[in-house]
């Protein structure tokens, strides 16, 4: 089967590992565990205790590299829990996301891993290290997609995290540092499971529908969460020694330049505002085209002036216009108030300051000019989240030792590893999307592509233990408390 066309799951096929009933011993329910704080919670156990194997003198990162064809053909089989024909649809809490899930904790129970649902309902399978006094280094993605999206996006990374444990697992491995590989829940309806164990999830929340049909809240329980005490689900700053997330681009940046691996500097800040031009309605057929104060013109003016101040300013930015309302929208009237959204993205809050107060002050220039007036009101952030410097360079080295072209490059997409760096450093690792696509049936990069950014994650996730670095919290912010 291709991956990029996967075909909808039937009830009992071949991917339905295990059953319901044994995925729900995994939940942290209102039980004893749950009163544990979360960096120490055990939590019911769902797979076999095993004493780790003696690693076999000579292994060291250096000659480990993982099993390309076994990591593709997981990735197959995973696409094979969606509701759609082409592509996969596996929203956030469905049966999709559950049996998906169903399936890779019977996997990790298999490898060994103590396996466990959290408050947040992200599922993770924990691998014990030789220093249990040394905090975890956490690997992962998320599995949940868009509607109609694709079979990539979030899955090359969580599929090349497993990949990556297993290989150690069949190598005999001993990692020095306890590895806990994390599929992060509804990533695409809100980063609900990374933003809730880094303090960033509102009370308010749960009660979002997600595109599932289901609460936030009551996704979360189906799942085996429970987000009624936020609090309980709060993960502490300095509770893991790293976090390291394999991804698809979602860009045309390295398929365009045909090269192997991005090396994320950060994923960018987002702001967006509501700006609102104010002229006068009237009669489109009387009044004289030098008398008009038409609100539509100077937004004409402003949206372009947004796209050229955005490109003649230096950067890596970008700034969008995506939605446009004109009132009263008649035909034959001058619209009198127009309204659109506009969107900056930046790896710096004060680079989007920068591009703000340049658009702010070109928009006020023009609107005078044509005798209306212009508002901007902000109603949403995004904060930046730059990637741990130590970790970039061992990444790209990791990267150019397996011979592999290796760029450093923002993320201008959110991933959950932007909450994550609220509790120690993170690393992103990218491979190319063909032709830019994503959150598409036509999303798709190649098995040679997804080996390769595994491989360089399992090296730097070795690196990392062995040389007990970067180690700390990054503190991008402070934590909300729900």
Do not use: C
Request: without cysteine.
């Amino acid at each position: 089967m291709s991956r990029g066309t996967g075909s909808a799951r039937r009830p009992g096929g071949p991917a339905a590992a295990i059953s319901r009933r044994r995925f729900g011993t995994l939940a942290l329910g209102a039980t004893a565990a749950a009163a544990v704080p979360w960096p120490l919670r055990a939590g019911p156990r769902g797979g076999r205790r095993h004493a780790l194997p003696r690693t076999p003198p000579g292994v060291s990162h250096q000659n480990l590299l993982v099993d390309g064809d076994r990591l593709n053909r997981r990735l197959d089989e995973l696409a094979r829990f969606s509701s759609a024909a082409e592509g996969t649809t596996r929203l956030a809490y469905s049966d999709e996301d559950l049996a998906a899930r169903e399936w890779l904790s019977d996997i990790m129970a298999g490898l060994g891993l103590d396996v466990y649902v959290d408050r947040a309902a992200n599922l993770i399978g924990r691998r014990r290290g030789t220093d249990p006094s040394l905090a975890p280094i956490l690997l992962g993605s998320h599995i949940d997609s868009v509607p109609a999206g694709g079979s990539y996006d979030g899955q090359v990374g969580s599929i090349g995290a497993l990949e990556a444990v297993a290989t150690l697992v069949d190598a005999g491995r001993e990692t020095r540092h306890p590895l806990e590989l994390v599929i992060w829940a509804n990533e695409e309806g809100g980063k609900t499971g990374s933003r809730a164990v880094a303090g960033e999830t509102l009370p308010w929340e749960v009660d979002i529908v997600t595109a599932s049909g289901f609460m936030i809240g009551e996704g979360t329980k189906r799942l085996g969460g429970d987000l009624t005490d936020l609090a309980a689900a709060l993960r502490e700053p300095g509770s893991l020694t790293a976090y390291l997330e394999l991804h698809i681009e979602q860009g045309f940046v390295l398929d365009r330049g045909g090269l192997d691996i991005g090396v994320v500097e950060g994923i960018v800040g987002i702001r967006r505002w509501t700006a609102t031009i104010d002229g006068f309605a009237n009669h489109a057929g009387t009044t004289p085209m030098d008398m008009r104060q038409d609100a539509m013109v100077t937004a004409a003016r402003i949206i372009d002036a947004v796209h050229v101040t955005a490109r003649e300013l230096p950067g890596r930015h970008v700034a969008t216009v995506g939605r446009l309302t004109a009132e009263p929208g008649a035909p034959n009237v001058i619209p009198g108030r127009v309204t659109f959204s506009l969107e900056i993205r930046d790896l710096s809050m004060d680079g989007i300051d920068t591009v703000f107060q340049a658009i702010r002050t070109r928009a006020e220039e023009i609107a005078a000019a044509d005798g209306t007036t212009v508002s901007l009101e902000q109603f949403y952030e995004s904060r930046a989240a730059p990637t741990d410097p130590r970790l970039r360079d061992r990444i790209e080295t990791e990267a150019r030792e397996l011979g592999y072209t290796a760029l450093r490059m923002p993320s201008g997409a959110g991933h959950d590893a932007q909450s994550v760096a609220l509790l120690g450093p993170v690393g992103m690792i990218f491979v190319p999307s063909r032709d830019g696509i994503s959150h598409s049936p036509l999303e798709y990069t190649s098995p040679d592509q997804i080996t390769a950014g595994a491989n360089v994650l399992l090296r730097t996730l070795l690196a990392i233990d062995e040389q007990d670095t970067p180690g700390g919290p990054q503190r991008a912010g402070r934590a909300r408390r729900g």
